[in-house]
């Protein structure tokens, strides 16, 4: 059985925040990633699109999506390619507070509650290549373990599980709700061959025997959702060796761009040059993957002689401006958090004062000739509880902090505060 494998489209998110002419691009983005999810399936000619829940951001429904979700459906069942829905928190089951129900094709099952649907696939020509069993959100608020509502597979067949969860420890769990929370150990031994999930955004996979994969969202919806963003292509014929392909589809990618080297940057022209040079080195590690549009967040970082400027909204709102036209980006970001004035450190390193001091000490730890006594659940984003890796962290924090360090101490960090 071959099978293409998306989760959290999002369609019809409204982006709100942004003008209406990036607001509607996304929009038009989603839909165009669900579109080239459907050419894939075609062009690799599977039997089965899976969809992994969170196919719609909310109630909200609009007649274009819903116009194009079928024509789209249409499109496979020409194909012979069945399509399983699962719904998941965003898009439940229940009419009340889920989007509204679609008169999908006969090509279309759609688990939409937790009573498990269990669907033979068949190729072009009528034969039996695989099973999949689905279970799906009936509210936005499913707090059950529904995989363990699965049942056992049977047959020699391969089977999959589709489901839309939170499996714990997974990456990037921390960013969403423990809706349908499962665990990794239980999946592993449930005998499917396959565990296609949704609802966390970020690509990964879990396990390889047997693989449990999420495919990350379809496209970036986020800041936080960074990098290609796709599709996973199945292929469970040979069940002992199964192959599982990532297929980048996203026509727009969302990117974080730090720029650190900016201490010589005392004018508009040359801070955005120095942005722009950034950008350009950016661009030619990414291959192949560098097409498509961008949302860019900039992140200024250390000294810059223009760091007062930069705290002024109506300054970084010109400067993001320029920058949109520069990088060739759909919409900038430009954060400037990270800025201090330029401090020449070599004044205060070795001296007896505090901040003297401080800097002595910062050097040490980074040496590894010190070590600060901290309680690892103190350090935002450290989730080991190793001593040796807390000491490794902080150094790699303290890389390059002296001028930020000096900034503080000496009350030049943020003049708005």
């Known amino acids: 059985m071959r099978f293409v494998h998306i989760a959290d489209a999002h369609l019809d998110t409204s982006f709100a ?3 209406e002419t990036v607001r509607r691009r996304l929009r038009d983005a989603s839909r165009l990633a669900f579109r080239h999810a459907v050419d894939l399936a075609i062009r690799e000619d599977v039997q089965a699109f899976l969809i992994a829940g969170d196919l719609f951001d909310g109630a909200r429904l609009s007649f274009q999506t819903e116009r194009f979700l079928l024509e789209q459906a249409h499109r496979l069942a020409d194909h012979s390619i069945t399509v399983v829905y699962a719904t998941g928190n965003h898009d439940p089951g229940n009419p009340d507070t889920g989007p509204r129900a679609l008169q999908w094709p006969s090509n279309v099952l759609v688990a939409d509650d937790a009573t498990p649907q269990r669907l033979a696939i068949r190729d072009s020509s009528g034969r039996d290549v ?5 279970v799906g959100h009936a509210s936005g608020q499913e707090t059950r373990d529904l995989s363990r509502l699965l049942p056992r597979p049977r047959g020699d067949l391969p089977e ?8 714990h420890a997974s990456l990037g769990s921390g960013e969403h709700q423990p809706y ?11 005998g499917y061959d396959y ?3 949704g609802h966390v955004h970020v690509r990964q996979l879990l396990s390889e025997d047997p693989p449990v994969a999420y495919p990350g969202s379809l496209q970036g919806k986020t800041r936080a959702e960074t990098g290609p963003h796709g599709a996973l292509l199945v292929d469970l014929t040979d069940r002992e060796s199964p192959a599982i392909s990532f297929r980048p589809l996203a ?5 974080t761009l730090p720029v650190s080297d900016i201490e010589d940057a005392d004018s508009l022209d040359l801070l955005e040059r120095r942005i722009e040079g950034a950008w350009s080195q950016f661009l030619s590690t990414q291959g192949t993957n560098s097409g498509g549009e961008w949302m860019v967040r900039v992140a200024l970082d ?15 709102d010109l400067v993001a401006g320029e920058l949109k036209e520069l990088l060739g980006a759909l919409d900038v970001d430009l954060l400037a958090d990270g800025l201090h004035p330029p401090i020449d450190l070599d004044e205060h390193v070795g001296r007896t004062d505090v901040l003297g001091e401080a800097l002595g000490l910062a050097e040490e730890v980074r040496m590894g000739k010190a070590s600060l006594a901290i309680d690892p659940g103190e350090l935002a984003g450290f989730t080991s509880g190793d001593p040796d890796a807390v000491q490794a962290y902080v150094r790699d924090l303290l890389d390059g902090a002296d001028g930020e360090i000096a900034a503080r101490m000496l009350g030049l960090a943020r003049p708005d505060r």
Do not use: F, I, K
């Open 17 to 19: 925040g942004r003008s």
């Open 130 to 134: 695989g099973v999949v069993t689905a």
């Open 160 to 167: 999959v599980a589709l489901l839309h969860t939170q499996v």
């Open 180 to 190: 349908a929370p499962s665990e990794l150990g239980y999946l592993t031994r449930s």
């Open 195 to 197: 565990w296609a999930l």
């Open 251 to 255: 026509p727009v990618r969302w990117e």
């Open 302 to 316: 250390g000294a810059c002689p223009l760091w007062r400027e930069l705290q002024q909204e109506e300054n970084r």
